[in-house]
């Protein structure tokens, strides 16, 4: 329950002011009542115990309405007078009104003093928490500057109403925003024009409304960065509700902003490696169904140019035919080798070759609108990294050159022998790109790929070597960079970029020269070791590669038995009495592998010779494990020399006997 109201009641008649009580409380107005009729009690009333209100009678002997009125007013309280008179002219009752009296109502109406009484206790509410209103904000202003010139946050406070107006923005703006406060106060459009353009309308807006939820909102830098910063605000409004101002501070979250980019790269990879491990085994199926299409044309194609006579017209298009076969081989080597990941394995190898036996991908890559130019330097020098990781580093490379020329642009890859000073130069590096480690070996081999793309600020260019770090979480992972780093530290080289908005940027991968290997004089490649009529187990679960590799060990000198299922091979080979001398069987089958294959055979025959046959890639074999002895692996498609050549040495070169047995020529 409210607590009831104060009133002094100046009045020389008691029983009328009883009578005013009591017409105030049958009308629900809870109160206190004090009756004074001289000057001094009154005025004492007003200091001591302070009224809520104060009803006057007009006249009282030596103490009337005025006097009254002047004690109120000089008292400061803000507090209504209110006249209540039986005998009251109207031109009196006008000039106490004028005087600062709030309403006189004749004593002969009560119900008018109640409604009177209720209406101006509610408006001097009113008026004094508009006052305390005005103060708060006359002392948040106070504060507002205060903290805002001491802070690390640009504060700011924008005017809306009468006419709009940027009044203040504190010293912040210019560690934050890279601009001196007094260019950014003033007319709005020379704030604005420094928003991204994303952005303008909902900053707009927020200074515009009452709105108190957070904003971010990104701002390019002179110098080609981006700053993001959240703005928390409060509106000012008027007595009529309107917004006449907002005050509030933008901070700077552009590292934290950073931080969730690389956080959602970093889910988006994960979700990418479940993407490619599905992709991963797509791939490695239907490489395994091609390459068995490309061993039968390849191997029919082989056995037809060995029949014909070196003048049939026949020739030249089985020769065609066979040449296309052995380049869509390569494609699909080239596809596992990006697909795969695996162990690295070093090698002498050119970069020059490599580039130019992956062009063909990586036009494929970029699309007719850029021009791509290779420049290979003459006499390169031999480097020693793991091939299908510089194939794949290369890939990753033109891949986001291409990104960053939306609209086209040129490419550019170039080889060359350089010399970085070392140690022996004093220690001095003339490569003023990025670079996260030292200085890399006197004798270096250069490959540098260059765009005319949208270039990188150098407060991006720091970040691209870290894990996850992606400036287009949409279109990459943010690993393409970091793993490429991994690949060219393990070689022992370098890798260094040199990147401006708006001018390109070109990536420089330094590695370490070796020795060009000694090469022994070129001898005439043996024939593959011929069968002396071995009986060789053929298990190959697709009928047009079966019957293929039977015909090319028939041609060899072996004598053949070719069984489409596994489980069928294991019955014949169990009845054989000993008769097969070799295993060959492809690597995956349906209801048995061809290891668990070779493996129930050897039970029966531990010695026993296997070759397995595989269009998958190298990492197909279970935990990636070597073969045991007497094994071998043959990637699909091959020749007919290979596959001799592969028996020869599984065989011992062909010294194993041929045992009795049945077999196909």
Known sequence: MADPIRILICEDNPDDAVLVVAHLRRGGVELEYERVDEAEAAREALRERPPDLVISDYWMPGFGAEDALDLVKASGLDIPFILVSGRIGEESATALMRAGAHDFVLKDQPARLVRVVRRELR???????????????????????????????????????????????????????????????????????????????????????????????????????????????????????????????????????????????????????????????????????????????????????????????????????????????????????????????????????????????????????????????????????????????????????????????????????????????????????????????????RLSVSDTGSGMPERVRKHVFEPYFTTDAEAGTGLGLSSAYGVVKAAGGEIAISSRPGEGTVVRIDLPAVERPTVAPASPEPAPAQGRGQTLLVVEDDDAVRDLVCRMAGRGGYRTVGIAAPSEALRVYRESAGSVDALLTDLVMSGMSGIELATAVREQDPALPVLLMSGYSAGTLPGDRPLPDGMALLHKPFTTAALLTALGEVLGGGTREAADGPGTD
């Not at 992709?279 to 140019?305: C, K």
């Open 123 to 445: 408006q001097t509410e009113v008026r004094r928490e508009r006052r305390a209103a005005e103060v708060a904000v006359r002392l948040s202003e106070q504060r507002f500057r205060l903290f805002a010139d001491h802070t690390p946050d640009v504060m700011f406070r924008y005017r809306v109403h009468p006419t709009e107006e940027v009044e203040y923005v504190s010293p912040a703006a210019s560690a934050v925003l890279g601009r001196a406060p007094q260019e950014l106060c003033g007319d709005p459009a020379t704030l604005f024009a420094l928003v991204a353009p994303e952005d303008r309308d909902a900053l707009a807006a927020a200074w515009h409304s009452s709105d108190p939820r957070p904003l971010v909102v990104r701002w390019p830098r002179a110098d080609g960065a981006d700053t993001w910063t959240e703005q928390r605000a409060v509106a000012l409004h008027d007595q009529d509700g309107r917004v006449t101002a907002v005050e509030g501070i933008l901070r700077d979250i552009t590292d934290r902003v950073i931080a969730d980019r690389q956080r959602d790269a970093m889910q988006q990879q994960l979700r990418q490696a479940e993407r490619l491990e599905s992709m991963g085994r797509l791939a490695g199926g239907i490489a395994h169904d091609f390459n068995n299409l490309l061993a039968v044309i390849l191997g029919h194609t082989d056995l037809a140019l060995t029949d014909l006579p070196p003048d049939s017209p026949h020739r030249p298009g089985m020769a065609a035919i066979h040449t296309l076969a052995e380049r869509g081989a390569a494609l699909t080597r080239q596809l596992l080798v990006f697909s795969r990941q695996e162990p690295l394995r070093p090698e002498t190898l050119d970069a020059n070759e490599v580039v130019a036996d992956t062009e063909r991908v990586l036009r494929g890559t970029i699309g007719e609108d850029v021009t791509f130019v290779t420049r290979l330097a003459p006499d390169l020098r031999p480097i020693r990294i793991d091939r299908s990781e510089l194939e794949r580093l290369l890939l990753n490379l033109v891949t986001n050159a291409r990104r960053a020329m939306p609209s086209g642009g040129r490419l550019e890859i170039e080889t060359a022998n350089v010399r970085r000073a070392g140690a022996a130069d004093g220690g001095q590096n003339p490569d003023p790109d990025q670079s996260p480690d030292g200085v890399g070996p006197a004798s270096i081999v």
